[in-house]
Each structure stands twice: as C-alpha cells, then as structure tokens.
C-alpha cells in the first residue's frame, strides 16, 4: 500500500527548488536544536532544581542520541524510504519539543531532548533525497546548501535563543521548537517527494544495537571525562567497553548478510580520508563554538575576555553561518569545475588561517568578527565537498547510511572538540573576584589545538583519490 501511493506522490509534480528549500528549512531547523539551550545552560542548575552533573544531561543526551541515530536513520531511509524516515524524525523533534516545554522536572527535559537530538538524521538523508531527485548540474549547488544548514542553524539560532531567554520564560524555547517541527512536517509531507528508490532486505536490528552501545560508551567517556575524570573507572570503563563493542560490530558487520552498513565500501580510500577529514573539521569547528562566544563574553577585567553580552556575542558569531549560507551557489559551482577533492582542501585550510589568525590577533571584538568569516568560508566548503565525495563513492543504495556515518564522524570531532576544550579552559584558570576563569594562555593553547585538527583534515584530503577506480559504480558519476 505504501508502494503505491509514494508512485501516486511522484504523479504530482513539486518544483525542484521548493523541494531543496523545504529540505533545507529541516536542516536549519535540526541544527537549531543544538544552541536551543545554550543561553540557559549554566542557569539549568537552578530553572531544574537539580545538580550540575545531572543537568548537564540535558546537553550530553542530545549529542548521544544524535551520533546514534543519525547512521541508523540513514539505514532506515535507504530501505523503507527517505522522506518516510524524515517525516518520523520530524515528528520526533516536535514530541520531544512538547515534552520538554511542558516539563517542570529535570526527568522531563532529558526525555525532551533526546527526542529532538533524533531529528539531526535529516540533513544526511535530505542529501540523500536530493541525490535522488535533481540532475547532477543542479545537485552540487543543493547539497551545499543543505551542508550549510549544519552552521547556519545553530549560528542563526543562537541570537534567537538570546533574546527569548532576555525577555521571556525559559519554556518559550522548547515552544518554539515544537512550532518549527509543526511547520517542518506539514512542509515535508507537501512538497518532498515520497522515494521509490529502495534497498530490498531486513534491517539489521542487531547491528544498530551494537553499534548504539558502542557509540554511547565512548561518546560518554569523551563528554563526561573532565567532569568524572580522565582517568576515573567510570571514563576508563565507559571509553573501553564502548571501543570493544564497536571492534566486535565491526568484525560482526564485515560477517552479517545484511549489514547495518558495508564497511567494505566504508574502507574505500575516498570514503575512510572523507570521514577521517570529517573527524578533524568537526574539532576544529566545535572548538570555535567553544573558546570564541567565551573569550568574547568574559569581563575585561579578568584579562581574558572583551566584555561582551550574551546577545551581542551571538551577533559577532552568527554572521559565519551566514556565510555558510550565501557561499552555497559558489560551492556547487566549485564542485562542477574544480571538484570536491579540491573544495575539502580548500575549506580545511581556510579554518586553519583563521585560527591562525586568532593566535597572532584576538584582542579586539573585529578580531573574531573576522576569524568567524573566515570560518564560515572554509566549513560551508568543506561541508558541502563531504557529502559529493561520499556519493561518488558509493552505490545509490547505499548514500543514505554512508552520509549518515559521515555526519557521524562530524559528531565525533564534536564531541571531543568540546570535552578537550573545556578540559584546556578549566586547567589553565586565575582567580577573578572568587571564580576560576580561563587565562589568555588557556585561550592560546585552544587554537593551537584546532588549528592541527584543521591541518590534519587539510593533509588527509589531499590522500582522496582524484580518480578512484571504483567510480563507475557509485550512485554519481567522478567529476575530479
């Protein structure tokens, strides 16, 4: 029955440009999802009435459903339809929204926020659709913009966030977010055309479980190290049963009839150097989100920070997503004529020169004004070449699975940019009226930190084949 009526869906034609931008609108709308409660953070103590280290659960439960979901909804997308899963992910995002807004408890917006963590899977499978449906001239210029959204969410969002906390009740976000959810899956259901595109066979149940377990207890041991301690049995025992576990998906993967993912077409040099170059933009990006909004936020005084409201800070970083945004045309007009290869290159080594720049300049707030242009310019790159060189790699059936393990490697550069930023941050401190904040020494070993993750992702693009041999097979044709 479902067959049938995604094949009746396709008789109704939807302008290819409404598509991309409803899929876009869903982009923008899961990124915003991770700077929703960044201006409350640090009050969640209080608004939840419940320990630090239990709030901060609130942000750490979202990063973990994320990184799990996000290559199992891929998986789910290329068997039972790629706008079906989107669609349940949206859904999600909304039930997890109205949890979390009419929650007064901490239980409550945990529950919240894992749901709305689920959603971050329809960015890698909104590329996967318009892989699907727009011929490759246009698919470039799509795909950047959709890998925008990834930045531009969070950096739009921000400013957004800012200003409801300033003047209205914390719950107001998470209304908020419901009503974007609302919009997106009424857009969705409209205007994105049901996938007829299949992969045939059972879904691998076991290897989503393994895979989640493992994911959960490394990512664990990398978000909750510096608060538990690096070297505590709980981060010890979180980070090696997590590896053990992904060690044993893996040889299991490699034996299963019907992989969760075929690690086979995952170890392609062209993949394994994307992803690995993944892992590196997402340190490298996360450690600006980390270091910059506090270096611009801190008292003057302290010797560290230029004094900067939370709502002014948001307006110095948001314009980098922007930039995200308005490079997109640009980006896919690169990938038709340099290719992707050359793109990655180049947006890695721009992130570099900003951190670079930082080191030799940051004592004023046009400083980081322009270090975040700068960064804008080499992740709106280096995003959009990330899922071109993924599809030029692997078959069709395969795109949606294999760009949500891309977006997964992003997260575990996240994940580790933020646990060892604020490992740096909290080490390296003086005392300033009875609070520990950091030193300019602390903010100088941060970028020297992001700007090797931002080489090493530069060096390890340039190991992607410019031909590889197994082009002819994947789901689009080698450009470079």
Known sequence: MGDRDDRRGLTHSTPKWLTVAVLAFTGLCSAYMFTLVVPIQAELPHLLNADRNDTAWVVTITLLVAACATP??????????????VLVLIVALSVGSLVAALSGGIGGVILGRALQGATTGVIPLGIAIMRDVLPPARLGTAVALMSATMGVGGAVGLPVSALIVEHLDWHVLFWLAAALGAVALVLVALF??????RTPGRFDYVGAAGLAAGLVG???????????????????????????????WGWY????????????VAARPAVLFTNLAAIGMGFALFGTNVTMPQLLELPVESGSGLGLTMFATALVVMPSGLVMMLISPLSGWLE????????????????????????????EVWHLFVANLIVGVGVGFS???MPMLIMRSVPSHETGASNGINALFRS?????????????????????????????????????????????????????????HYAEHASLPDRA
Do not use: N
Not at 221 to 245: E, M, N, Q
Not at 253 to 264: F, I, K, T
Not at 337 to 360: E, I
């Open 383 to 385: 995003f959009a070449a």
């Open 192 to 197: 994105v055309p049901p996938s007829v595109l």
């Open 253 to 264: 993967q490699l034996r299963a009839s019907e992989p969760l993912l075929d690690l086979r």
């Open 412 to 468: 575990l550069g996240t994940a580790t940019a933020s646990a060892v930023m604020a490992a740096v941050l909290a080490a390296i401190t003086v005392d300033y009226g009875g609070v520990a904040v950091p030193t300019p020494v602390a903010f100088e070993v941060c970028f020297w930190l992001g700007a090797a993750a931002s080489v090493a992702a530069c060096l390890l693009s340039l190991l992607i084949p410019r031909h590889p």
């Open 336 to 363: 038709r004529r340099l290719g992707a290869r050359f793109m990655l290159a180049f947006g890695t080594g721009a992130v570099g020169v900003a951190y670079v720049f930082v080191l030799l300049w940051s004592s």
């Open 218 to 248: 490394l990512l664990l041991a990398i978000s909750r190290g510096s608060d538990w301690g690096w070297l505590s049995p709980v981060t010890l025992g979180c980070g090696i049963a997590g590896v053990a576990l992904l060690l044993a």
């Open 72 to 85: 199992i909804s891929g998986r789910l997308g290329d068997m039972y339809g790629k706008r079906r899963i």
